[in-house]
């Protein structure tokens, strides 16, 4: 079994910052893909990024040159640091890690308004 549990979400203004986390326990294997997804109200959730254990990355569109996902294998810990945030970026983020079975995070909120 795997737990994800993530943290950092909240309210930012346009053009803020946030930075989300996302820690796992259980069945770990460092060389599996962890990653964030996130659903907007009335919308399906859609992949934002995701990296494998060697370091590969893949980042929605929408996100390319805002975001930057990163992973510390040693603390089972993946991170994402959302920069020039803006409105259509609100949603929940969930935390995904792709073992055996897919597995999710509760999700965490970040809603960008002024």
């Known amino acids: 079994q795997v737990q994800l549990v993530e943290s950092g979400g909240g309210l930012v203004q346009p053009g803020g910052s946030l930075r989300l986390s996302c820690a796992a326990s259980?069945?770990?294997?460092?060389?599996?893909?962890m990653g964030w997804y996130r659903q907007a109200p009335g919308k399906q959730r859609e992949l934002v990024a995701v990296i494998s254990g060697g370091g590969r990355i893949r980042y929605a569109d929408s996100v390319k040159g805002r975001f930057t996902i990163s992973r510390d294998n040693a603390k089972n810990t993946v991170y994402l640091q959302m920069n020039s945030l803006k409105p259509e970026d609100t949603a929940v983020y969930y935390c995904?890690?792709?073992?055996?079975?897919?597995?999710w995070g509760q999700g965490t909120q970040v809603t960008v308004s002024s």
């Open positions: 259980g069945s770990i294997f460092s060389i599996n893909v």
């Open positions: 995904n890690y792709d073992g055996e079975a897919l597995y």
